[in-house]
T-cell receptor, first 111, second 114 residues
Framework: GQQVMQIPQYQHVQEGEDFTTYCNSS?????IQWYKQRPGGHPVFLIQ?????EVKKQKRLTFQFGEAKKNSSLHITATQTTDVGTYFC???????????FGAGTRLFVKA | DSGVTQTPKHLITATGQRVTLRCSPR?????VYWYQQSLDQGLQFLIQ???????AKGNILERFSAQQFPDLHSELNLSSLELGDSALYFC?????????????FGAGTRLSVL
């Protein structure tokens, strides 16, 4: 069945360091979405990628969609304490119907 | 505020009992999704409804059931509760049913089974 691999599971960084989380699928994806869940909160939509090789930026966050549409990454430049939380990718494979969330990467930022 | 309302916020019950979780989607959204999140775990998709009809099913136990009413609110029924059912249950809504639809999550219902 459809599987979403997200790595790493956890990441501890010093404030100011960069952070990257990766999402990989065994099947071609129609699109990929990224969500952030703050501690004690609920997932909040960040961005959606649809096109092969697409790159989108939101301030210090850079999102990429692989050329083969099987993987994606979220990169945060110069992390801040406000970046703390769990980042989830969510994907729907081509021809599929369900949206599947990755296991998430939990980011810890030390001031 | 996402516009998705979930009630109750907290629920404490005993094993073997039955509970109902309620979700009101954002105004205009036709799709409702239910997810289970155990402690520090990912989001496990349970079920999706679109305009009153079941659209997709995930790893939902037979003891769990859901429905979406004509006014588009949804209820998730959990019966014969076990300790392992303790989790955060999220409801999300989206305008349509396609994969490009953004999901807006409610604040969740925290269920504790003692």
């Amino acid at each position: 069945g459809q599987q979403v691999m997200q790595i790493p599971q956890y990441q501890h960084v010093q404030e100011g360091e960069d952070f990257t989380t990766y999402c990989n699928s065994s099947t071609t994806l129609s699109n990929i979405q990224w969500y952030k869940q703050r501690p004690g909160g609920h997932p909040v939509f960040l961005i959606q990628l649809v096109k092969s090789g697409e790159v989108k930026k939101q301030k210090r966050l850079t999102f990429q969609f692989g050329e083969a549409k099987k993987n994606s990454s979220l990169h945060i430049t110069a992390t801040q304490t406000t970046d703390v939380g769990t980042y989830f990718c969510a994907e729907k494979n081509t021809g599929g119907f369900k949206t599947i969330f990755g296991a998430g990467t939990r980011l810890f930022v030390k001031a | 505020d996402s516009g998705v309302t979930q009630t109750p916020k907290h629920l404490i019950t005993a094993t073997g009992q039955r509970v109902t979780l309620r979700c009101s989607p954002r105004s205009g959204d036709l799709s409702v999704y239910w997810y289970q999140q155990s402690l520090d775990q990912g989001l496990q998709f349970l079920i999706q409804y679109y305009n009153g009809e079941e659209r997709a099913k995930g790893n939902i136990l037979e003891r769990f059931s859901a429905q979406q009413f004509p006014d588009l609110h949804s209820e998730l029924n959990l019966s014969s509760l076990e300790l392992g059912d303790s989790a955060l249950y999220f409801c999300a809504s989206s305008p349509g049913t396609g994969g490009t639809n953004i999901q807006y999550f409610g604040a969740g219902t925290r269920l504790s089974v003692l």
